[in-house]
């Protein structure tokens, strides 16, 4: 029989309904709130433990049978962050309530109940106070059983200063004025749900008009003066809640909608039932300057949180082990929603690239599965990550393609109905599917679920042949599994029918008419390997592929490059065959490596890869031109961005950077452009320029524009500038900005070591400073360190000194990896110039 785990409550109270009483003092940083807990003892008890953390608790009582129950003391337990109250006698089993009142600090950490600043156009500073309860936060702001299957009713009363909006889950009920310069506002109960998706925001905002989506009220609430930049987010989410309904057969389970842009926050964004809280670059946009990335960003973010509405909020994992499905399946269906919301986005081949972020990860011996054990709330810090959101849903979108979208959707409805307003784990999902499509899904999905890693699949001849993916070889995989079962869909390159395998064993002879297209339809989420001959045959028709094809071919082959399966050539051969087709992402693979093999060169052998690259995007840029035509598609916008940064950081041509300098000089940065120009501007280097740049990214008009700015102080290739902007992320930049910057600026082959050892030099200041959730982005940028191996020895030991607590820990060591597999290829690469 297994130990039951101590990070867990008993089930001998369980909450049914809490009264949440909260009065903020924003000024202070600090807040005082009461809570009644409606419960039932489910067996005799003389103490109730519950959670909580960093609050100041009083005596608390709790009524059972009319019989008032007293605690005038508590014992606290800072390992599992829970208090004991023991009572003067025994409870016994019924309903009850627990009363208690407690004190605690607005913090600045982004998580649980905190304060956060923005300044407006007036130059006025303003403080709003917000949450940020998932994991485990909820405890930080009140008493509760803080556990995703204790669930309960939550109705929330706040008391504020007059003049600032107060939200939270449901409708305001009541909004009165006490007299005293204070207003109590209270909010009506919510459906029946998890601690962590408990959400109150109050400050000075303002709101849009309440947009009626099907009896749905919906609005954008936002900083003072940033009206203008919502009209996107309610489009998005007009769409959304028309599309789920269909989709899922069930409706909005939400009373209304506000979507609340957040100065500081840690994430994008937070599906809290009814307020759901967002960065504002996720929620607030102008469209007409913004890039499609940008503008893309938008709705899927949106798309995401509101797919979260049904699966996360409706039905909840039982225990943080199944955070992944719901984060899993709300990015698969954000994708699914955001190609109906606009198909000429070419959403399903823009998500390659995403894919291969995650497959990039899972390549490595420091890889994971994508559902493992959880004891501690906290082991679930390592699943916010690539493998969770980009692998798990591929994997989704793989099973979906092999039981065809029908079934699958069919299944999803069964499982939700099943589950409503309760919990599950995730064989249930499986059991689901496989009930209504009888295939083998619980045997299929485990061998993709619980092990790490993806295989290679090769085809030679007639024969699939399946092996474990690994950048560094089969003597490093560490974590990487050694056999799945493989979903192959293939088809013959001159068209024709689709055929279905599923790769059990190492091999599998198929009776496809050759040449044969690995991965027809790109949703599989493995590796695809070609003989030369065949791959160059492939790479001289990919007129025959689609988009997506075309994207996920060229995935694999930078993949298999990077892991050292294919050389040089054979990858220029593909790139070569993407010439005449205006898709971004394709573009997107050859630019990732063509900059990796500029790294890994010394100077005479850069001068030969320029002119190769020239050679390859010169007639692509002359196809397009520098400027947009009406109604150009968006997807050609997008490449001309990628095909001037390619032509001007790797080929190095004098024309093309000349005129970045005079469109950044005239003011002239259309959205999709604007990356590449700002990025060329910093690494010509002229006088002024950081200085302007810096300026641009305080004062601009969309937190869009900022990002970019601040983002291209990475191209600056002067220590002096590179050391000036490290010190700004540190004390000058926001603490939810700075973490994203610094990787950009250790990833400047010239400054980046020194920001490295400007940073590693202040790691406490740095662990203090921007939250635990953030600590393992500010590593990311030494996977660019690939040239010079003391260094590397230097970080290594570094990091490995100096382990992350908090956010993504194993991402240390996975950038740590990444930086000895660039290493490794860096070596190859130089022997093929």
Request: hydrophobic share 45%; proline share 6%.
């Amino acid at each position: 029989m297994s130990k039951p785990n101590p990070y867990r409550l008993t089930r001998d109270v369980l909450p049914r309904a809490y009264r949440v009483f909260l009065t903020p003092d924003i000024e202070s940083a600090t807040f005082a709130g009461r809570v009644e807990i409606d419960v039932d003892v489910v067996a005799p008890v003389s103490a109730i433990t519950l959670h909580a953390k960093d609050l100041e608790l009083s005596p608390a009582t709790v009524t059972s049978a009319g019989v008032a129950h007293h605690a005038g003391r508590h014992e606290s337990d800072e390992r599992y962050e829970t208090v004991t109250f023991p009572f003067d006698q025994k409870i016994e089993p019924g309903p009850a309530t627990l009363e208690l009142a407690f004190t605690g600090i607005l913090g600045d950490q982004l998580s649980g109940f905190y304060r956060s600043t923005y300044v407006d156009d007036a130059g006025t500073t303003h403080v709003i106070a917000t949450t940020q309860f998932e994991h485990s936060d909820a405890r930080r702001a009140f008493p509760c059983f803080d556990e995703p299957a204790m669930k309960a009713t939550f109705q929330v009363n706040l008391t504020v200063p007059d003049g600032l909006l107060a939200v939270s889950n449901t409708p305001e009920t009541a909004n009165v004025d006490l007299g005293n310069g204070q207003r109590s506002v209270s909010f009506a109960p919510t459906m029946v749900m998890s601690t962590y998706l408990v959400a109150f925001v109050v400050g000075p905002f303002e709101a849009t008009e309440a947009l009626d989506v099907g009896g749905v009220p919906v609005r954008v609430i936002y900083p003072i003066g940033k009206g203008h930049l919502t009209a996107l987010a309610l489009e998005a989410a007009q769409f959304a809640l028309t599309y789920f309904p269909d989709y899922f057969a069930i409706p909005y389970p939400g009373a209304k909608l506000d979507m609340v842009a957040i100065p500081d926050f840690a994430f994008g964004a937070m599906e809290n039932l009814g307020c759901v809280t967002f960065r504002e670059t996720a929620l607030l946009v102008d469209p007409a300057s913004a890039s499609l990335a940008e503008i893309y960003r938008i709705a899927e973010v949106v798309h995401h949180e509101l797919a979260h509405m049904w699966f996360g909020d409706l039905v909840t994992m039982e225990w943080w082990e199944g955070i992944w499905l719901n984060e899993a399946f709300a990015t698969f269906m954000q994708l699914k929603c955001s190609d109906a919301f606009r198909p000429e986005w070419g959403i399903w081949s823009e998500q390659a690239v995403h894919k291969d972020l995650a497959l990039q990860i899972d390549g490595l011996a420091h890889t994971r599965p994508i559902e493992y054990e959880v004891l501690s709330p906290d082991d679930t810090q390592g699943m916010f990550d690539a493998l969770t959101y980009e692998k798990g849903s591929s994997v989704l979108r793989m099973l979906e393609q092999f039981l065809t979208e029908e079934v699958f959707r069919d299944g999803i409805r069964h499982y939700l109905r099943q589950h409503l307003y309760a919990n599950a784990v995730t064989t249930d999902l499986w059991d689901a599917l496989e009930e209504v499509s009888g295939a083998p899904v619980r045997t299929m999905m485990d061998s993709w679920i619980l092990q790490g890693g993806h295989p290679l699949v090769s085809l030679e001849g007639d024969e699939l042949r399946q092996e474990p993916f690994c950048f560094l070889g089969a003597d490093a995989k560490g974590a990487i599994g050694d056999r799945w079962l493989v979903p192959v869909l293939t088809r013959p390159l001159e068209g024709g029918d689709v055929s279905r395998h599923l790769v059990v064993e190492e091999t599998l002879r198929i009776a496809d008419a050759g040449p044969t297209l690995l991965n027809a339809g790109g949703s599989g989420v493995y590796r695809s390997h070609y003989r030369p001959a065949d791959l160059a045959t492939i790479a001289a028709d990919l007129g025959r592929l689609s988009a997506i094809e075309r994207a996920t071919l060229l995935s694999d082959g930078w993949a298999t490059l990077l892991a050292r399966v294919i050389t040089w050539r054979e990858f220029l051969t593909l790139a070569r065959g993407m010439v005449p087709f205006d898709e971004p992402t394709p573009w997107d693979f050859v630019a990732q490596a063509a900059d990796l093999v500029r790294r890994s060169l010394d100077e005479p052998a850069r001068r030969v890869l320029a002119g190769e690259v020239a050679e390859l995007a010169s007639p692509v840029l002359a196809r397009l031109g520098w400027d947009a035509q009406d109604g150009e598609d968006p997807l050609r916008a997008q490449l001309r961005g990628i095909v001037v940064r390619l032509l001007g950081e790797v080929a190095r041509d004098e024309t093309v950077r000349a005129e970045a300098l005079a469109r950044y000089d005239r003011g002239d940065l259309p959205g999709d452009l604007a990356n590449s120009i700002l990025r060329l501007v910093a690494d010509e280097g002229r006088p002024g320029d950081y200085e302007r740049f810096v300026e641009a990214a305080r004062s601009a008009p969309t937190p869009q524009e900022a990002m970019r700015y601040m983002g291209a102080l990475g191209s600056f290739n002067d220590e002096r500038l590179a050391l000036d902007a490290a010190d700004r992320c540190l004390h000058d930049f926001r603490t939810q900005d700075g973490p994203l910057v610094l990787p950009a600026l250790m990833r400047n082959e010239v400054t980046g070591p020194a920001v490295w050892r400007y940073v590693t030099a202040r790691w406490d200041e740095v662990t203090t400073r921007f939250s635990p959730s953030l600590h393992a982005r500010v590593a990311a940028g030494i996977a660019s360190f690939v040239r010079d191996p003391a260094l590397a020895d230097e970080v290594e030991a570094f990091h490995a000194a100096h382990p992350v607590v908090g956010g993504y820990p194993a991402s240390v060591e996975q950038w740590v990896e990444r930086m000895r597999v660039g290493q490794a290829f860096a070596e190859a690469i130089r022997q093929q110039f």
